[in-house]
T-cell receptor, first 111, second 115 residues
């Protein structure tokens, strides 16, 4: 069964304290891996997509990386406005356009 | 671009009533997805359409749920009769069908409470 697992479930950091979120996947065939950000009361907002192991993408304080079994979302010197739930999703080779989402990591940055 | 538009934003109803959720995809996007989000199960795909045709409805929980896409700019998700366990946030997303990036853009969601 295709599975996506995110860890930790929740993470509290002080402003400026860098860390990483993990997304591990066990799937039959990966076409792409997506990171979304979700603020309370809003829909998921697209951040990055990665297609092959070794690929990296950056946006402001965020950097996403991909290996054959997992992806990391690195947050460098975070600010309170980075507080949100971060969702990882995989697009499967045999899943047509279906995204399979992880449960998310709830990130809180304290000032 | 206005993005994906969902209505209503909040819906409170009583058990047994019919509920209809609405979605307008981004103009030019011809793939549309309906998701449900709960604390227990996270974000789950219910059904998706390509060019107004339902492609995969394997995530629809039971016959009480139905979805339609009568044209490229409008879709509905109907629950009849509604039950308390249907309480969740329902999201609609769209993407260009056949696009290489497969990036889905989400609406703000409808928070449904069934009493």
């Amino acid at each position: 069964e295709d599975q996506v697992t995110q860890s930790p479930e929740a993470l509290r950091l002080q402003e400026g304290e860098s860390s990483s979120l993990n997304c591990s996947y066990t799937v039959s065939g990966l076409r792409g891996l997506f990171w979304y950000r979700q603020d309370p009361g809003k829909g998921p907002e697209f951040l990055f997509t990665l297609y092959s192991a070794g690929e990296e993408k950056e946006k402001e304080r965020l950097k996403a990386t991909l290996t054959k079994k997992e992806s990391f979302l690195h947050i460098t010197a975070p600010k309170p406005e980075d507080s949100a739930t971060y969702l990882c999703a995989v697009l499967l080779i045999q899943g047509a356009q279906k995204l399979v989402f992880g449960q998310g990591t709830r990130l809180t940055i304290n000032p | 671009d206005a993005g994906v538009i969902q209505s209503p934003r909040h819906e409170v109803t009583e058990m047994g009533q019919e509920v209809t959720l609405r979605c307008k995809p981004i103009s030019g996007h011809n793939s549309l997805f309906w998701y449900r989000q709960t604390m227990m199960r996270g974000l789950e795909l219910l059904i998706y359409f390509n060019n107004n045709v339902p492609i995969d409805d394997s995530g629809m929980p039971e016959d009480r749920f139905s979805a339609k896409m009568p044209n490229a700019s409008f879709s509905t998700l109907k629950i009849q009769p509604s039950e308390p366990r249907d309480s969740a946030v329902y999201f609609c997303a769209s993407t260009p069908y056949g696009g290489t990036k497969n990036i889905q853009y989400f609406g703000a969601g409808t928070r449904l409470s069934v009493l």
